[in-house]
């Protein structure tokens, strides 16, 4: 397996414009984890989806960001109109729910810088 | 909801010394504990993890050890290497999911 794969790699955009990050999880993992990670704060959870369903959006900042998983193979975390502010890497995690044992699997990432 | 607190924040070692990391959590019902090592601009990769069974786990040079009592764990590293640097990410598994509660990381720097 190639493990999580995201796109792209790096990205940067003007403030205002739309940022869409893509994800696509391991075969066979049904839980979807999107997290933003800034020196300050270290890794934050933004939202999780079972099973394509989002469970938990509560660490989502605003209502400028949302997420689908319109399948079990791609997910999209959307950032419009994007500040500054949110110039972050973004990762995306799988795993295996209901079995928590074998932990998450990171993508590579994408670093997102607003300008 | 559970709290995993990691110390050191940086924790700096000569090559071949030994090097731990130590991470408390809160929630007496959490039985999962992994480990995750992210190198610079790389994603966190799972190293190392231990179930709540279990007091001791070993793989190679690295080890991790479970105090359910006192609810702590810790990550040993022997014979450090250049390539141990990086920043190391403890987790402890959240009741009645299948979520993980990540520490805020240590940065480890293996002087040569």
């Known amino acids: 397996d190639a493990g999580v794969i995201q796109s792209p790699r790096h990205e940067v955009t003007e403030m205002g414009q739309e940022v869409t990050l893509r994800c696509k999880p391991i075969?066979?993992?049904?839980?979807l984890f999107w997290y933003r990670q800034t020196m300050m704060r270290g890794l934050e959870l933004l939202i999780y989806?079972?099973?394509?369903?989002?469970?938990?959006d509560s660490g989502m900042p605003e209502d400028r960001f949302s997420a689908k998983m319109p399948n079990a193979s791609f997910s999209t975390l959307k950032i419009q109109p994007s500040e500054p502010r949110d110039s972050a890497v973004y990762f995306c995690?799988?795993?295996?729910?209901?079995?928590?044992?074998?932990?998450?699997?990171f993508g590579s990432g994408t670093r997102l810088t607003v300008v | 909801g559970e709290n995993v607190e990691q110390h050191p924040s940086t924790l700096s070692v000569q090559e071949g010394d030994s090097a731990v990391i130590k991470c408390t959590y809160s929630?007496?019902?959490?039985?999962?504990f992994p480990w995750y090592k992210q190198e610079l601009g790389k994603g966190p990769q799972l190293i190392i993890d231990?179930?709540?069974?279990?007091g001791e786990k070993k793989d190679q040079r690295i080890a991790v050890t479970l105090n359910k009592t006192a609810k702590h764990f810790s990550l040993h590293i022997t014979e450090t290497q250049p390539e141990d640097s990086a920043v190391y990410f403890c987790?402890?598994?959240?009741?009645?999911?299948?979520?993980?509660?990540f520490g805020k990381g240590n940065q480890v720097v293996v002087i040569p």
């Open positions: 995690a799988s795993s295996l729910w209901g079995d928590p044992n074998y932990g998450y699997t």
């Open positions: 929630d007496s019902a959490s039985n999962y």
């Open positions: 075969s066979g993992h049904n839980s």
């Open positions: 231990i179930r709540s069974n279990v």
């Open positions: 989806f079972n099973n394509n369903v989002p469970i938990d």
């Open positions: 987790a402890a598994s959240l009741r009645g999911n299948n979520r993980l509660a």
